[in-house]
């Protein structure tokens, strides 16, 4: 049996907004640590991982490992019926092939259970192992969103270039260029808006701005995100969710030559 | 000769809001004693009754009874360009074929008259006779919006059943089934947060979503609801129109057999 | 070498949404004494005229006259990704083809330059000799936009008729008429909220509302407009742009047999 009592569950509903672009239907896997999810997007190119803890849950049972198949987009639409201040609970008994959301009011005034059928889905675990990145960029998610989304309007691709003094996000399009430059700077008021670089060396990479935006979908779950950049390795696009674990977006670079195609 | 002055001109304007995705065109008759109107929706399966009193009116004068056609929607326009704070004062000449609403802003500076073109329209008067209700529910009105707002992303119809304890709501579809129960809550901090429940026998009876939902367009009007339940008749959803008088929508329950057929 | 730095950059941005829906590319004229624009919209029925002097820029370098060519709805594009409290300061060099728009954040921790393509377009610079009108209004920015967007849900065209009273907009449709009236009004808290009538003769002059909503876009410009007509002129609509300048928008009335014709 499954029960997973989460009293802070609009962070359910803003993890599956982060999610239900990106991922069609996809396996969430139970166990005695925690909730999480692996799941390549639709196309195949971006890979996404989530970590819910089981310590971040008011109550927390799972007699044993249980992976459910779930169409992201009907589990949307049910946790769109919970309010944002409700606690959310999720139940399955062994065997079942339903699961049931519940949501509570805070008052108890208002108790809803949404019950769905879940999915046979094939998917292959990967192993994603532990890398050193030459260079690690911690930002405002809003400052990352935001640029994302400017860029997009210019261009197809974004450059990231990291060194020691800021990390540069570049496009170019039909219509010209763009350059934007975020200086480090540590000296601000709110951690939260501290721009903090980590460089072994310095990195330049392209990668495709339609998925930066589909992962820039997370920014309600923290107030940073951070990047992080190796020349041979996928880029790691990470929003920490708090107390609880994270939502981590995998994503290759582009390589030189796609890009010279892209120009030409 | 028709003039009627209302200090509070957004009721008018949230009135028609509430009607004009419903109704097409209608009858709205005036005589001594107030404003109203009865109409069936264009699919004649609802029926929606409007009383404003004339006690409401800051200036009430009919000399004679009055029934005028209206094109929802052309009035509705012309509603929307009154301003929220706008005294409005509606005026129709004996006999003739135009109604002229006319928009004080409340520092006099700006006065506006929308002259429209009145229409015959062919209606019946339906007797609506006093009933005995198995139960009446009063709720808050944007609860009950909300609650018919999530139900139809997952069905097509919804089961209200009624028992000492709360009202539930139930809908299935094709991704599954839900379930929303309201408490009997009467201590509360604000008497219009209450949900009440006065229950002669247990009922359960199904609506189409669809209707529930256009009614809701009328949750500006009111902050609470009222919701009158009898196995043998038409659904009454009371949106009371503060001193004024109401806004009632009748729906008939679908039948046993119609919602076996849409679980087939 | 061209560069001219504006403090409060989001004037830029304001300038562009107001432009970019009547006009498609256009020459932006650079001297000594200031930052302009003149051109027709693309049905060569409306004149725009925009003016932001060089005292009102915090840094203003222009070594030789220059008249930059410029797609409007990518300059808008650009000029979108600057934040609302960014310094924007556009940049050219001598011969070059192109425009650099450098977005500073307020804390100087984000830097962005965007550079775009200029383009080469053919216009005539048309003389707009200062007239004497019969009447000038002047009246709150957002009111006039509220009315023309009103009366555009009742007709095509607005009457605007002054008279030492007040300023009357009247339109006529398929679904009836409405006049609004301004008072004349000098006695209100804030000065942006009167209405003040300067008249030498009545005047009534018919025009498009499709154009005037256009006009509109540039109401965030200023808190109020000024309003200038005579019969045998085009009506100017300016929005004085803070210390700076206006952009002033000519409109041809339509004669009275194009109104009769419309009537018909």
Known sequence: ???????????????????????????????????????????????????????????????????????????????????????????????????????ESPTQDKIADFEMKLMDIDSEHLGIPEAEYHAIVRMPSSEFAR?????????????????????????????????VVCRQNTTVDKPEEATIIEMKEPVSLTFALRYMNSFTKATPLSSTVTISLSSELPVVVEYKIAEMGYIRFYLAPKIEEDEEDNKA
């Open 147 to 179: 640029i994302c989304k400017d860029l997009s309007s210019i261009g197809d691709t974004v450059v990231i270039s990291v060194t020691k003094e800021g990390v540069k996000f570049s496009t170019r399009g039909d219509i010209g260029t763009a350059n």
């Open 1 to 103: 049996m499954l029960e997973l009592r989460l009293v802070q569950g609009s962070l359910l509903k803003k993890v599956m907004e982060a999610l239900k672009d990106l991922v069609t239907d996809a396996n969430f896997d139970c166990s005695a640590t925690g909730f999480s999810l692996q799941a390549m997007d639709s196309s195949h190119v971006a890979l996404v991982s989530l970590l819910l803890r089981s310590e971040g849950f008011e109550h927390y049972r799972c007699d044993r490992n249980l992976s459910m198949g779930m169409n992201l987009n009907n589990m949307s639409k049910m946790l769109k019926c919970a309010g944002n201040d409700d606690i959310i609970t999720l139940k399955a008994d062994d065997g079942s092939d339903t699961v049931t959301f519940m949501f």
